[in-house]
T-cell receptor, first 116, second 112 residues
Framework: SAVISQKPSRDICQRGTSLTIQCQVD?????MFWYRQQPGQSLTLIAT?????????ESGFVIDKFPISRPNLTFSTLTVSNMSPEDSSIYLC?????????????FGPGTRLTVT | QKEVEQNSGPLSVPEGAIASLNCTYS??????FFWYRQYSGKSPELIMF????GDKEDGRFTAQLNKASQYVSLLIRDSQPSDSATYLC????????????FGQGTRLTINP
């Protein structure tokens, strides 16, 4: 499976600021996904990012709050804008396994965000 | 009704016993089913996937799928303390575009 890295691994930010999270994959992938995992909760899909098109956002998530870029087939960024303490979560990117042509998703190590 | 439901536990199993984790889903059109293991402070790790009715075995893990009952389970044989983690069930839903929906997870503790 692909090797996925994320930067930063963790950050503490002040409310009202923005943070951009990077996701890098060691091979080309068509579909990348961004998830949020709030403390003690399961994973919630924020958006799907395909190269060359606008990201598709899930209900409850909007582009102004979570802008996403996907400039090529190995990289994506998620920005958490105008942060509030409620944005404190782990943010995870994932990719599908292209080699197997299946729907299995593999996750990066995550970015732990604390907003004060 | 939640799209994917799991018993949140905690589930406590003695070492060497079989741990049984269950998951139900609401969308009859779902085709792909996944089990992820998540250790505290780590990201989810895919351990099993199943697409067809019946059993699928991989080492100490067996996934079971019953589409008629909309039920998927994970059995862990010869449970080890290292199996202590949260297990997340995920279902692939085709809603215009494919996406994974996760259950709330079951916290499993294996007691030595």
């Amino acid at each position: 499976s692909a090797v996925i890295s994320q930067k930063p691994s963790r950050d503490i930010c002040q409310r009202g600021t923005s943070l951009t999270i990077q996701c890098q994959v060691d091979s080309q992938v068509t579909m990348m996904f961004w998830y949020r995992q709030q403390p003690g909760q399961s994973l919630t899909l924020i958006a799907t990012a395909n190269q060359g098109s606008e990201a598709t956002y899930e209900s409850g998530f909007v582009i102004d709050k979570f802008p996403i870029s996907r400039p090529n087939l190995t990289f994506s960024t998620l920005t958490v804008s105008n942060m509030s303490p409620e944005d404190s979560s782990i943010y995870l990117c994932s990719v599908e396994d292209q080699d197997r042509n299946s729907y299995e998703q593999y996750f990066g190590p995550g970015t732990r965000l604390t907003v004060t | 009704q939640k799209e994917v439901e799991q018993n949140s536990g905690p589930l406590s199993v003695p070492e060497g016993a079989i741990a049984s984790l269950n998951c139900t889903y609401s969308d009859r059109g779902s085709q792909s089913f996944f089990w992820y293991r998540q250790y505290s402070g780590k990201s989810p790790e895919l351990i099993m996937f199943i697409y067809s009715n019946g059993d699928k075995e991989d080492g100490r893990f067996t996934a079971q799928l019953n589409k008629a009952s909309q039920y998927v389970s994970l059995l862990i044989r010869d449970s080890q303390p290292s199996d202590s983690a949260t297990y997340l069930c995920a279902v692939n839903l085709f809603q215009g575009a494919q996406k994974l929906v996760f259950g709330q997870g079951t916290r499993l503790t294996i007691n030595p």
